[in-house]
């Protein structure tokens, strides 16, 4: 019998964000964001790298911040300082991006983007060193980009990341044969035995975390039904899960006009969200159909309320933290938490105000919400 089986690609240094970010091509022509942060390089050999929109917004926040500091704090200022070269440190090795390809049986070679962040040894703590590899599965048929902001975020706080693409998104590749398979699947397969292989392949035994993010959410949850992997993901962490609740694509896509519409009252915030356009390099001809079948098959299953919550389960003593805020209206995920209200392990974090992209906006406010969360 063939078994899945897999290949770590080497990282390739890259000079900038390899997926098209829409928000970037607003910039040039928002005067007001590109007068805050106007397009910056990371000086170094042996190539410069590009700042992406994200890592300029970050500097601005840090600029203002540096301004306001009176003149009398030097300390403070050169902390400040000192923090935006760790954050450029961090974003250069956010673009050391490789790929993984796992060979499935039937289905045949699937390769994702692969990004395995440590972070810088001034950010590591006695505490940070004795936790285990997060692992990171952005949201539906996403690479690396729409994640970036939260995966480098952890790195600041000394945590190591590895995020896993899907085989469909921009960067990726894959095959009819999975696409197939996809479609006629009611669950999230084959995309859960590719995320468990690719696992398996990047972390081969010791103890994991596992986070995910929107429709990485019911992935992960499926994952967790596995009694293999329930003995080595010691805490789990889902933001805004996907397949939380019926409902039909008429109500998801009024639910993102209303997410669209929410970042009215905070576009000072909007530069952090990469909405992903497409891949700045061609993409092969005949991967457009396949990919765009996998993606449609995807949205079917966003829309029907996973089989899988309540059987959700980590090491013991382990936490599944559920963050959830009460206007996503696209995924609808706090209202999940009846769903998982007698799994001892699940804690159900709900935002008042937070919609369906707040922890990848806002992540520096929303991990501290979830470490407290795996303390309590």
Avoid at 273 to 298: C, E, M
Wanted: hydrophobic fraction near 35%.
């Amino acid at each position: 019998m063939n078994e899945a089986h897999g290949e770590l690609h080497p990282p390739i240094q890259e000079t900038e964000v390899p997926e098209r970010n829409l928000l970037e091509r607003f910039d040039r022509l928002w005067y007001l964001v590109r007068a805050a942060t106007h397009p910056s390089r990371i000086p170094g050999e042996p190539r410069e790298i590009n700042r992406s929109l994200l890592n300029r917004n970050v500097r601005a926040d840090l600029l203002r911040r540096y301004y306001e500091l009176p003149k009398t704090d030097p300390d403070g200022r050169k902390r400040i300082i000192a923090e935006a070269h760790i954050r450029d440190e961090i974003a250069r090795r956010y673009l050391n991006q490789g790929e993984i390809t796992v060979n499935l049986p039937d289905l045949g070679p699937q390769t994702s983007r692969l990004l395995i962040l440590d972070p810088p040894e001034s950010q590591t703590t006695l505490e940070t060193e004795k936790k285990p590899p997060i692992y990171l599965i952005p949201s539906i048929s996403a690479d690396i980009d729409p994640v970036g902001g939260l995966a480098q975020e952890l790195a600041f706080m000394g945590r190591k990341v590895v995020v896993i693409g899907y085989p469909e998104s921009s960067l990726g590749r894959t095959t009819a044969e999975f696409a197939d398979k996809a479609s006629r699947s009611p669950n999230y397969e084959p995309h859960v035995t590719f995320f468990k292989c690719a696992l398996r392949q990047v972390a081969p035994e010791g103890e994991i975390e596992l986070w995910a993010d929107s429709t990485g959410g019911p992935i992960v949850s499926e994952i967790l039904n596995d009694q293999a992997f329930q003995k080595r993901v010691s805490q789990a962490v889902l933001f805004s899960p996907a397949s939380s609740v019926d409902q039909s694509r008429m109500e998801l896509a009024a639910g993102l006009a209303y997410e669209i519409g929410g970042f009215s009252g905070m576009l000072g915030r909007l530069p952090a969200y990469s909405l992903v356009w497409g891949r700045k390099t061609p993409d092969l001809p005949h991967q457009d159909k396949i990919k765009s079948a996998i993606f449609n098959a995807q949205l079917d299953k966003v829309c029907r309320k996973a089989k899988s919550w309540q059987q959700m389960k980590v090491k013991e003593g382990g936490k599944i933290v559920i963050w959830a805020g009460k206007n996503d209206r696209l995924t609808r995920s706090y209202e999940l938490e009846q769903e998982v209200s007698d799994n001892p392990q699940v804690v159900f974090l709900k935002e008042e105000q937070g919609l369906h992209v707040t922890p990848l906006i806002e992540p520096q406010r929303i991990l501290r919400d979830i470490s407290a969360a795996q303390k309590s």
